[in-house]
T-cell receptor
Framework: GNSVTQMEGPVTLSEEAFLTINCTYT??????LFWYVQYPGEGLQLLLK?????DKGSNKGFEATYRKETTSFHLEKGSVQVSDSAVYFC?????????????FGAGTQVVVTP | DAGVTQSPTHLIKTRGQQVTLRCSPK?????VSWYQQALGQGPQFIFQ???????QRGNFPDRFSGHQFPNYSSELNVNALLLGDSALYLC?????????????FGPGTRLTVL
């Protein structure tokens, strides 16, 4: 089954709105968790990561907290800009994986309008 | 500092043909991973190369093969192309990828199989 489940998009919101993208995972132990962003026509860029429970990753105004009890890693941003329009991918590396094989969710497209 | 580069940018092939995609890792990185991203989906891990050896492999048939050169650059070869091989192929590099290490992605090669 799927290791990472993300909310379906597209998510459309106005500039300065609050953004939440839900991500839940299925994995034993403590996987490492990541959010990647893909801008139109580009490859993936790491947005933030967390490697243990209760860790909070943050970057460029985005935050996500590793919640072991709910197996979640939801992405949030308090005030989005048009430039945040992109596809966001939640991913994990299993705790039993020594070499960093990323397993991605299906992605959530975010569209921010002026 | 050049990031991960891939060539070519786009490629069109017909069924049954063979294709070779190329990747140069970020300076100082010794590990290269390849991912396939079908339209509207998250990337799927193909395989990873380290010290010129395939270290880990995803659930892809033997038609997918690769190589890593002494300068750490890598090639992905796909034989007997199928329509379903049409996708964006992403290369990612890291320094001896571990569970929490950051992988840096290139812009990808868009392969279209007709």
């Amino acid at each position: 089954g799927n290791s990472v489940t993300q909310m379906e998009g597209p998510v459309t919101l106005s500039e300065e709105a609050f953004l939440t993208i839900n991500c839940t995972y299925t994995a034993t132990g403590y996987p490492s968790l990541f959010w990647y962003v893909q801008y139109p026509g580009e490859g993936l860029q790491l947005l933030l990561k967390a490697t243990k429970a209760d860790d909070k990753g943050s970057n460029k105004g985005f935050e996500a907290t590793y919640r072991k009890e709910t197996t979640s890693f939801h992405l949030e941003k308090g005030s989005v800009q048009v430039s945040d329009s992109a596809v966001y991918f939640c991913a994990l590396v299993r705790s039993t994986d020594s070499w960093g094989k990323l397993q991605f969710g299906a992605g959530t497209q975010v569209v921010v309008t002026p | 500092d050049a990031g991960v580069t891939q060539s070519p940018t786009h490629l069109i092939k017909t069924r049954g043909q063979q294709v070779t995609l190329r990747c140069s890792p970020k300076s100082g990185h010794d590990t290269v991973s390849w991912y396939q991203q079908a339209l509207g989906q998250g990337p799927q891990f193909i395989f990873q190369y380290y010290e010129e050896e395939e270290r880990q492999r995803g659930n892809f048939p033997d038609r997918f093969s690769g190589h890593q050169f002494p300068n750490y650059s890598s090639e992905l070869n796909v034989n007997a192309l199928l329509l379903g091989d049409s996708a964006l192929y992403l290369c990612a590099s890291s320094l001896s990828a571990g569970r929490s290490d950051t992988q840096y992605f290139g812009p990808g090669t868009r392969l279209t199989v007709l």
